[in-house]
């Protein structure tokens, strides 16, 4: 069983911010020229053996867009070599039978983000083409025998187009609806009252219940969940504070690789005093949890439980409470003065 609140032990990769779109609310400010380039495929490649010994088994590749990271086949094919399980997070619209031909064999699951129905979407998007390229580009998995699901990110505007989502979801062959609430992070933290309020959530959450109940083939799935349910989950988040010989998967999960190549606890773009070490030397950031554990990384989880909503019939995204949690901190550290923080 991985930790965390995720049923596989999961590295998610971000190699660049490089990306075809410049969506509205894109928590990581990705879009066309950002990072260029990015993190070599080969440093992944060899950062991935001592990650293996380290209890991880699925890697899933995100950004900026997969599909514009130029590392991309290299990476799919020598992950899928030595086996991992690998998974893309798309946009979908650079999908082309000729782009996937040799990468969809070694491809585990694929999730292809559908924001809201077409005008909802291409308006967040920027693009008035960006919908129906990611229906393409689903349409193009399945014909490669790819499975793939889709990824809702739902905004205030958008929780009335879930019905509609699932409805393309199931006319086009997808799998799983992952509905993940909008975090006020990166971009969107810059857009005025798109995020869900405790309504929103509630709701969101209930359609994910009816809509999973409705066909065996096509699951749906949220991280919008009652605040007394993801406590129940502490108990996943064993991190300790002293030296350690727990496999690092035990501990962290996901494990997130950013475009600087940062290893991060749980999500994107958390302080990077959370940082715990660097993907070029990956055993270097072991023989520091090994030595000292993850003090910060455990006050960290400690924070973000101690926080939640105790209110009767309140909601939480998990992963933007700890990504809240590790602001929230920084800003608390920054008005302490010099003296008293480095003591
Ligand atoms: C950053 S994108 C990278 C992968 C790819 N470019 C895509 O759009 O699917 C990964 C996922 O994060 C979602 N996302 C972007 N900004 C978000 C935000 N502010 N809150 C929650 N999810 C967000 C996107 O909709 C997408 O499903
Ligand atoms: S959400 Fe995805 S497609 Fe949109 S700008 Fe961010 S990385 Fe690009």
């Not at 390229?133 to 793939?148: E, H, I, T």
């Not at 006319?171 to 909008?182: D, E, F």
């Amino acid at each position: 069983m991985a930790s965390g609140f995720l049923p596989q032990a999961v590295i998610q990769l971000h190699p660049t911010l490089a990306c075809n779109l410049r969506c509205g609310h894109c928590y990581s400010r990705s879009g066309p020229g950002a990072s260029r380039g990015g993190i070599p495929a080969a440093t992944f490649l060899a950062a991935l053996v001592p990650l293996r010994a380290e209890g991880y088994d699925v890697i899933s590749i995100s950004g900026g867009e997969p599909f514009a990271y130029r590392g991309l086949d290299e990476l799919v094919l020598g992950a899928a070599a030595t086996g991992w399980r690998v998974h893309l997070v798309t946009n979908g619209t650079l999908i082309t039978p000729r782009r996937i031909e040799r990468i969809a064999p070694h491809l585990s699951a694929v999730a292809v983000s559908l924001d809201g129905d077409e005008g909802a979407h291409n308006e967040l998007r920027a693009s008035p083409t960006a919908f129906a390229d990611a229906l393409r580009g689903m349409d193009v998995l399945r014909a490669a025998g790819v499975g793939f699901g889709v990824s809702m990110t739902v905004g205030r505007v958008t929780l009335d187009d879930v019905p509609a989502v699932y409805d393309h979801c199931a006319a086009h062959g997808a799998a799983l609806l992952s509905l993940r609430p909008l975090a006020p992070l990166g971009r969107a933290s810059e857009m005025d009252g798109v995020v869900l309020d405790h309504d929103g959530m509630a709701r969101l959450f209930i359609a994910a219940q009816l809509l999973d109940g409705l066909d065996p083939n096509l699951r749906v799935r949220t991280d919008a969940a009652p605040a007394a349910w993801i406590a129940e989950g502490r108990a996943n988040f064993d991190v300790p504070m002293v030296a350690t010989d727990r496999p690092l998967a035990d501990l962290v999960n996901p494990l997130v690789v950013d475009e600087l190549g940062q290893l991060l606890p749980f999500a994107h773009g958390l302080d990077p005093r959370l940082s715990m070490g660097d993907i070029r030397d990956v055993d270097a950031a072991i023989a520091v949890v090994r030595r000292d554990g993850l003090r910060r990384v455990a006050s960290l989880v400690e924070r973000t439980f101690d926080h939640l909503p105790t209110d009767d019939g309140a909601f939480v995204d998990w992963y933007a409470s700890v990504a809240h949690e590790s602001h929230a901190a920084m800003e608390r550290a920054r008005r302490i003065p010099v003296a008293s923080a480095s003591a």
